[in-house]
C-alpha cells in the first residue's frame, strides 16, 4: 500500500512538474502587453477604412445599424483569446462578402482596433494563425478610452 501511494505522489509530482513547465514556456499574454507593431496597424487602418468603415464608420463610432468598435466593443471581448475575435472577423465580416479578406489582413484589421482603442505596440506583429491567437488575450485588468 504504502508502495502505491509513493508511485501516486511520484507520479503527480512528475506531472506537476511538465505542466508548470510548459506554462512557463509558453506563457499567455495580454493586449496591454504590446502584441502588433505599428506597422501592421498601419496596414490595418487602410484594410479598415476599405472593408469596415461603409459600415462601423470611418472613427469606428458604428451607426444605427451596426456596432462601434470602440470602447464597450474591447469591454465585450475583455479576457477572451485573440482567436475569437479574428475568427468572428473572417467568417461574418465584412457584411457584403464575409470571409473575403485573408487571415493576415484580418489580423492587421485587428492590430488597427487595438491600436484606435489605445492598447499598446510592440515588435511582434499580431500572428495570424489561430493556435497562436489563442495564447494572445484582450486584457482585462485595464479599460482603455479611444484615440481621437
Request: hydrophobic content about 45%; charged content about 15%.
Given at each position: 500500500?504504502?508502495?502505491t501511494?509513493?508511485?501516486?505522489?511520484?507520479?503527480?509530482?512528475?506531472?506537476?512538474?511538465?505542466a508548470?513547465?510548459?506554462?512557463?514556456?509558453?506563457?499567455?499574454?495580454?493586449s496591454?502587453?504590446?502584441?502588433?507593431?505599428?506597422?501592421?496597424?498601419?496596414?490595418?487602418?487602410?484594410?479598415?477604412?476599405?472593408?469596415?468603415?461603409?459600415?462601423?464608420?470611418?472613427a469606428?463610432?458604428?451607426?444605427?445599424?451596426?456596432?462601434?468598435?470602440?470602447?464597450?466593443?474591447?469591454?465585450?471581448?475583455?479576457?477572451?483569446?485573440?482567436?475569437?475575435?479574428?475568427?468572428?472577423?473572417?467568417?461574418?465580416?465584412?457584411l457584403?462578402?464575409?470571409?473575403?479578406?485573408?487571415?493576415?489582413?484580418?489580423?492587421?484589421i485587428?492590430?488597427?482596433?487595438?491600436?484606435?482603442?489605445?492598447?499598446?505596440?510592440?515588435?511582434?506583429?499580431?500572428?495570424?494563425?489561430?493556435?497562436?491567437?489563442?495564447?494572445?488575450?484582450?486584457?482585462?485588468?485595464?479599460?482603455?478610452?479611444?484615440?481621437?
Amino acid at each position: 500500500m504504502t508502495m502505491t501511494i509513493a508511485r501516486f505522489i511520484i507520479a503527480a509530482a512528475l506531472a506537476g512538474g511538465i505542466a508548470a513547465s510548459l506554462s512557463a514556456a509558453d506563457p499567455v499574454k495580454t493586449s496591454a502587453q504590446g502584441i502588433y507593431t505599428e506597422a501592421q496597424a498601419a496596414e490595418g487602418a487602410e484594410l479598415y477604412q476599405g472593408s469596415c468603415a461603409a459600415c462601423h464608420g470611418v472613427a469606428l463610432g458604428g451607426s444605427m445599424e451596426t456596432p462601434p468598435l470602440n470602447g464597450k466593443w474591447v469591454a465585450n471581448w475583455a479576457g477572451k483569446p485573440m482567436s475569437h475575435v479574428v475568427d468572428y472577423i473572417s467568417h461574418a465580416m465584412p457584411l457584403y462578402a464575409p470571409g473575403s479578406l485573408s487571415p493576415e489582413d484580418n489580423a492587421k484589421i485587428v492590430a488597427y482596433l487595438l491600436k484606435a482603442n489605445a492598447m499598446p505596440a510592440g515588435s511582434v506583429a499580431l500572428p495570424s494563425d489561430p493556435a497562436a491567437l489563442d495564447k494572445l488575450r484582450f486584457d482585462v485588468a485595464k479599460r482603455y478610452e479611444p484615440k481621437p
